[in-house]
């Protein structure tokens, strides 16, 4: 079993449509979780972390956090064509400083 | 601009040479960090430094080599390069090694080995 598993995709939504990016982890040590993006081509950019659980918004982006189901996902609202790329989920052990990847999903949005 | 910078931006070689990767930071971080991305975006940490002690070696052959002359940088070396080293190399930087700290990500090197 992987330790961060994320589906590869590609998830299609239309324009303005809701986004839902889901992301798994095996380690229930695990402390912080991370959103990046990453288009072609380009490095990674983080988008948004968070380590409580529940939900958490930054502006179009809403992070949610279940422990107990280990279970992370992030929320794209009113998805633009330029929030087309690769997000990945990363996730952080407190008794590690490692950032453990997931492979990505890639998200294409429609015009 | 303050950023994490990598040289060269592209390296193609041959199997068996040896060639370096350079990373600079000009944010002032403590801790950085290389990384390797395959063919499926798959991206895996190789070493980290923090105050150019090492403090993450995952199992990565003993030909990849890194060094930290100072805080603001950090080299690969790779000896004797195989195929499967093609890939896209990022380094990274944070503030520290806290669970919090965001890391940034440089532009990458993608090593292409023929």
């Known amino acids: 079993q992987k330790e961060v598993e994320q589906n590869s995709g590609p998830l299609s939504v239309p324009e303005g449509a809701i986004a839902s990016l889901n992301c798994t982890y095996s380690?229930?040590?695990?402390?912080?979780f991370f959103w990046y993006r990453q288009y072609s081509g380009k490095s990674p950019e983080l988008i948004m972390f968070?380590?409580?659980?529940g939900d958490k918004e930054d502006g179009r982006f809403t992070a949610q956090l279940n422990k107990a189901s280990q279970y992370v996902s992030l929320l794209i609202r009113d998805s633009q064509p330029s929030d087309s790329a690769t997000y990945l989920c990363?996730?952080?052990?407190?008794?590690?400083?490692?950032?453990?990847f997931g492979s990505g999903t890639r998200l294409l949005v429609r015009p | 601009d303050t950023a994490v910078s990598q040289t060269p931006k592209y390296l193609v070689t041959q199997m068996g040479n040896d060639k370096s990767i350079k990373c600079e930071q000009n944010?002032?971080?403590?801790?950085m960090y290389w990384y390797k991305q395959d063919s499926k975006k798959f991206l895996k940490i190789m070493f980290s430094?923090?105050?150019?002690?090492?403090?993450i070696n995952e199992t990565v052959p003993n030909r990849f080599s890194p060094k930290s002359p100072d805080k603001a940088h950090l080299n690969l070396h790779i000896n004797s390069l195989e195929l499967g080293d093609s890939a896209v190399y990022f380094c990274?930087?944070?503030?520290?090694?806290?669970?919090?700290?965001?890391?940034?990500f440089g532009p990458g090197t993608r090593l292409t080995v023929t």
């Open positions: 990274a930087s944070s503030q520290g090694t806290g669970w919090a700290y965001e890391q940034y």
């Open positions: 380690d229930r040590g695990s402390q912080s």
């Open positions: 968070i380590y409580s659980n």
């Open positions: 990363a996730v952080r052990k407190d008794s590690s400083y490692k950032l453990i």
């Open positions: 944010l002032g971080h403590d801790t």
């Open positions: 430094y923090n105050n150019k002690e090492l403090i």
